[in-house]
């Protein structure tokens, strides 16, 4: 099975200043048709999981362009370039190759 | 608009059953791949099983795999999860979810 290692697991960030969140996978997540199958999600507090990115970099419908993404074959990253008080929440990737596996989560505060 | 509305969730002793149901609306279930989630108390998301758009494809985590079993009704364009055998560690709150849009939930409880 494929494991998803998120890090950090807890995340203090400032308003205005940039944040960046971590995925790495234990094989790569490179399909042979070209796709890159990891997922980015966001939960904030007392709400359902939201989609934020999906295939690597691809920013969901109505998701800010200050949320970007890059994805290697084994390592992600979910970047903001300038944190807002409503991005307060826990991110999670997940990979979606083989079954579906999520990381950790990421826990964002103020 | 798409929605999603989970149902089915409450307490039941380990060893027992339940059936949840998603219903889908603002969309045809046949046309897409959808999953069931869960997120035991105050822990993270554990994927438990999806199926494809035709139900020629269908996955199970390890953790469920035997116990429960996904489905789907196109014509009624209901999600279902039958859930057997349940234990005191199926204890979470469980979502439907198309890749881009979640239902709000519905809890389980395994407790005698």
């Known amino acids: 099975d494929i494991v998803v290692t998120q890090s950090p697991l807890f995340l203090p960030v400032t308003p205005g200043e940039p944040a960046s969140i971590s995925c790495r996978a234990s094989q790569s997540l490179l399909h042979s048709n070209g796709y890159t199958y990891v997922d980015w999600y966001v939960q904030k507090p007392g709400q359902s999981p939201q989609l934020l990115i999906y295939?690597?970099?691809n920013r969901a419908s109505g998701v800010p362009d200050r949320f970007s993404a890059s994805a290697s074959g084994t390592d992600f990253t979910l970047k903001i370039s300038r944190v807002e008080a409503e991005d307060v929440g826990v991110y999670y990737c997940?990979?979606?190759?083989?079954?579906?596996?999520f990381g950790q989560g990421t826990k964002l505060e103020i | 608009q798409v929605q999603l509305v989970e149902s089915g969730g409450g307490l039941v002793k380990p060893g027992g059953s339940l059936r949840l149901s998603c219903a889908a609306s603002g969309f045809s279930l046949s046309d897409h791949f959808m999953s069931w989630v869960r997120q035991p108390p105050g822990k993270g998301l554990e994927w438990i099983a999806y199926?494809?758009?035709?139900?020629?494809?269908?996955k199970y985590a390890d953790s469920v795999e035997g116990r429960f079993t996904i489905s789907k009704d196109n014509a009624t364009n209901l999600l279902f999860l039958q859930m057997n055998s349940l234990r005191a560690e199926d204890t979470a709150v469980y979502f439907c979810?198309?890749?881009?849009?979640w239902g709000q939930g519905t809890l389980v409880t395994v407790s005698s």
């Open positions: 295939l690597g970099f």
């Open positions: 979810r198309r890749r881009d849009h």
């Open positions: 997940m990979q979606a190759l083989q079954k579906f596996t």
């Open positions: 199926i494809s758009s035709r139900a020629d494809v269908i």
